[in-house]
């Protein structure tokens, strides 16, 4: 079945460093991809989606582009901020048509003062 | 705007118990969710409905039973409490599917299995 795999488990940064957050994807087609997220206490808010090949989806300064040939959606911030610590998770549309996302593992992203 | 209101909050049972958590909606969104999360596992997802009265089982499904009696509600019960089982329970709703609408969450029911 379709699957998400997110690499990093935690990162830790400095205010101001740079941000890649990596996510790969199993799935047949052209699934949506999405990036969520989940600030302590709160669900998961939806961050911004892709659907085509090298189509970029960003919001809030944060940027992703569907690579279809690495079958990849890697997230991506210039400068991140303190405020930006906060659990990141990458999800695909189902192929198969279903109505439902399949959630990666989630990386706890810390970002120092 | 709207909002996706979980209750309880928090949840504490016993081992064997059967629990049951509500989840109501005020966006009128057709499809609703049920998500199990696990730290280091994600969110996994138990039950989903696309609409008032109908049930699709997730990956997660076994130990569970949903209701969607109403387009505005969708509850979810743990048949049979696992001993020392914590988790965090997400309720969602979408507009139209996972592929192509977006899911807004509540802020989950956190179960504690004494």
């Known amino acids: 079945g379709d699957s998400v795999t997110q690499t990093e488990g935690q990162v830790a940064l400095s205010e101001e460093d740079f941000l890649t957050i990596h996510c790969n994807y199993s799935a047949s087609g052209y699934p949506a991809l999405f990036w969520y997220v989940q600030y302590p206490g709160e669900g998961p808010q939806f961050l911004f989606r892709a659907s085509r090949d090298k189509e970029k989806g960003s919001s809030r300064g944060f940027e992703a582009t569907y690579d279809k040939g690495t079958t990849s959606f890697h997230l991506r911030k210039a400068s991140v901020q303190e405020s930006d610590s906060a659990v990141y998770y990458c999800?695909?549309?189902?192929?198969?048509?279903?109505?439902?996302?399949?959630f990666g593992s989630g990386t706890q992203l810390t970002v120092m003062p | 705007g709207g909002i996706i209101t979980q209750t309880p909050k928090f949840l504490i049972g016993q081992e064997g118990q059967k629990l049951t958590l509500k989840c109501q909606q005020n966006f009128n969104h057709d499809t609703m969710y049920w998500y199990r999360q696990d730290s280091g596992k994600g969110l996994r997802l138990i039950y989903y409905s696309i609409t008032e009265n109908d049930l699709q089982k997730g990956d997660l499904s076994e130990g569970y039973d949903a209701s969607r009696e109403k387009k505005s509600s969708f509850s979810l019960t743990v048949t049979s409490a696992q001993k020392n089982e914590m988790a965090v329970f997400l309720c969602?709703?979408?507009?139209?599917?996972?592929?192509?609408?977006?899911?807004?969450f509540g802020e989950g029911s956190k179960l504690t299995v004494l």
């Open positions: 969602a709703s979408s507009l139209d599917g996972g592929n192509t609408g977006q899911l807004y």
């Open positions: 999800a695909l549309g189902d192929s198969s048509g279903s109505w439902q996302l399949i």
